[in-house]
């Protein structure tokens, strides 16, 4: 009995152990990935300034080719007596839109690729958040955790205290119904039945100064009176039979197992060593 009720307690340090370690692997693989979100961000930041210094480069380009757009169209209204220079400065003129549409489309294609980083450098953030919510949750059910183990090691040290108490009780209980199922065989000559294999002490039983007549008729008139010694039942463990199953068989509980043991505690002094077979005392 008592080892059972040790093995409880012996697991305890070994289930707190493993929940520190896995905790302590859980904050350390979180701050690992908030690392590595960071050397995104920082990345994603450098290819966003990069893309910017780009787009002001096309920009200033833009207004040069606009420039000699505009250049080129006043040669055409100087040259436009002459068939030959307005041929050229159409020519020119088309080159010029030519190489200013093809510098739009790179610069709306730039602009959709820094609209695209920007994108990727708000999900990083958006990670990096959820990453430091995941390592905030995770301590708050560390500690959560911890509470209950220490809750539970309460509770588990209150069970086994209060058990204790009753088993101290019942033995007390027993002890004092043996003794005074021997007083009262004394008093009356019947050989006592021993309900236990605790082997009480017996009671030893007050004198009194009244005259022998008088405890005599004392003695014959308690007598009809006193309650009978209970009637022990006996059982035979069958195949498959338990302590708990035996106690609901008679006390419909199967929790009174513990009275069952105390009453065969001569032979039965471990609720492991019950097998079929044996007889077992029933109080």
């Known amino acids: 009995m008592k080892l059972r009720l040790l093995l409880p307690l012996l697991a305890l340090p070994l289930l707190a152990t493993s929940g520190r370690a896995q905790n302590t692997e859980s904050t350390a693989q979180l701050r690992r990935d908030f690392a590595t979100v960071q050397q995104q961000r920082d990345g994603l930041a450098e290819q966003l300034a990069q893309l910017r210094a780009e787009n002001a480069t096309l920009l200033a380009e833009k207004e040069k080719l606009v420039s000699e757009q505009q250049s080129a169209q006043a040669k055409i209204v100087a040259a436009e007596t002459s068939a030959v220079e307005a041929a050229e400065a159409v020519r020119a003129q088309k080159e010029a839109e030519m190489t200013v549409d093809m510098t739009v489309r790179a610069y709306a294609i730039k602009e959709q690729e820094a609209l695209e980083a920007a994108k990727v450098a708000a999900t990083a953030v958006e990670k990096q958040h959820e990453a430091e919510q995941a390592r905030d ?18 509770a588990e040290a209150a069970a086994l205290a209060a058990k204790a108490a009753m088993q101290n009780e019942l033995y007390a209980a027993q002890i004092r119904i043996e003794n005074l199922a021997r007083a009262l065989a004394a008093r009356s000559g019947i050989s006592a039945p021993v309900a236990s294999g605790l082997a009480p002490t017996p009671v030893a039983i007050e004198e009194t100064d009244a005259p022998p007549a008088a405890a005599a008729r004392a003695e014959t008139t308690a007598a009809p009176t006193a309650p009978a010694p209970a009637s022990l039942r006996t059982h035979t463990v069958a195949e498959g039979e338990n302590l708990s199953v035996i106690s609901f068989k008679y006390y419909q509980s199967p929790n009174r197992w513990d009275k069952i043991v105390a009453a065969n505690r001569a032979k039965l002094k471990n609720p492991d060593q019950l097998r079929p077979g044996m007889v077992l005392l029933i109080p």
């Open 137 to 154: 949750t995770a301590l708050a059910e560390a500690a959560r955790t911890a509470a209950e183990r220490d809750a539970a090691k309460q």
